[in-house]
């Protein structure tokens, strides 16, 4: 199989600057693309360019300031772009929060389900512009396997009546696929030429991942204890993959759902069956109405 190839595109890859994220971009800029990452701190931006322009020699990398968690920021930080065109964009800045506190944005909304999907789900409307003047433009949104076990309460969706962190990062993750997908259905409603794919990175750990100046380091100790789980699991290059695939392959089509081919926990990416409640236009229409409510915009009005 020929590589997948992206001279002249460009793509936008949220938390580009970190994790999964920071191999997403690396990898799109080791296929040609002009890179720019996503990020709230310029510091860990400009680390992460130079991590990957020197895996890549040459590559295109640029930042955006960005703040999923205020959302009265991202009008201006989608200016900031200055593109004549968006080719993708790849939603996959996210926040996990451990603690057993709520914590809320600095608009009132509760912390994960603002940064990781209200705050995605506003930023689109405001690219959407460059998406348009693209020929085919693709959003790639990331799931998880935390999505697999949670249902989305539309009665609570900020998790104010009760709050497990757990539970409330994988409902967030629940809202980001079931986004994706309603966002296909709508853009085949409307003619549109756009691409919504959705991914997930599988089980993806950092003692498997290879280490990168700056962004990643990874000592012998720790690797060495995670050899094991490498039977069944992978690093966060490899967890980028799907991603990578959504933004570029050709083959690929809208409403899709890839994921790692063994298990969906390792391997090369391939297309996977959606859950039902991930796919379910009942839950998903009246999440969209919620979710304009709450953000004051529309990604495809």
């Known amino acids: 199989?020929?590589?997948?190839?992206?001279?002249?595109?460009?793509?936008?890859?949220?938390?580009?600057?970190?994790?999964?994220?920071?191999?997403?971009?690396?990898?799109?800029?080791?296929?040609?693309?002009?890179?720019?990452?996503?990020?709230?701190?310029?510091?860990?931006?400009?680390?992460?360019?130079?991590?990957?322009?020197?895996?890549?020699?040459?590559?295109?990398?640029?930042?955006?300031?960005?703040?999923?968690?205020?959302?009265?920021?991202?009008?201006?930080?989608?200016?900031?772009?200055?593109?004549?065109?968006?080719?993708?964009?790849?939603?996959?800045?996210?926040?996990?929060?451990?603690?057993?506190?709520?914590?809320?944005?600095?608009?009132?909304?509760?912390?994960?389900?603002?940064?990781?999907?209200?705050?995605?789900?506003?930023?689109?409307?405001?690219?959407?512009?460059?998406?348009?003047?693209?020929?085919?433009?693709?959003?790639?949104?990331?799931?998880?396997?935390?999505?697999?076990?949670?249902?989305?309460?539309?009665d609570d969706l900020q998790s104010s009546g009760s709050y497990d962190p757990k539970r409330t990062y994988g409902r967030s993750k629940l809202a980001q696929m079931s986004f994706g997908f309603e966002l296909d259905r709508r853009l085949r409603a409307a003619g549109s030429p756009w691409l919504s794919v959705v991914v997930h990175p599988g089980g993806a750990l950092d003692s498997l991942t290879p280490a990168r100046a700056g962004v990643h380091t990874r000592s012998t100790p720790r690797r060495l204890l995670g050899l094991p789980a490498g039977l069944l699991l992978h690093g966060k290059d490899a967890g980028a993959r799907p991603a990578v695939l959504a933004a570029l392959d050709p083959d690929v089509r809208g409403g899709q759902l890839w994921g790692p081919r063994q298990f969906g926990l390792r391997g090369a990416p391939h297309v996977e069956q959606p859950h039902a409640h991930m796919t379910d236009p009942g839950t998903a229409a009246p999440l969209w109405t919620k979710s304009v409510e709450l953000t004051g915009v529309d990604p495809v009005a």
Do not use: C
Request: overall charge neutral; charged content about 20%.
């Open 1 to 154: 199989m020929n590589p997948l190839r992206a001279e002249g595109k460009n793509v936008l890859v949220t938390g580009g600057n970190a994790g999964i994220g920071y191999f997403v971009a690396e990898q799109l800029a080791a296929a040609g693309a002009t890179v720019v990452l996503g990020s709230r701190d310029g510091g860990k931006a400009a680390a992460a360019a130079a991590a990957i322009r020197a895996e890549v020699p040459g590559a295109a990398v640029r930042h955006m300031p960005l703040n999923l968690a205020d959302l009265r920021s991202l009008k201006s930080s989608a200016d900031t772009l200055e593109l004549d065109r968006l080719d993708a964009v790849v939603l996959n800045a996210g926040v996990a929060l451990d603690s057993p506190a709520r914590r809320e944005s600095v608009d009132g909304h509760e912390l994960m389900f603002a940064t990781n999907h209200l705050g995605h789900f506003a930023l689109l409307h405001w690219l959407a512009p460059m998406l348009t003047a693209a020929p085919a433009a693709r959003v790639i949104t990331t799931g998880s396997f935390a999505a697999r076990s949670e249902r989305l309460d539309l």
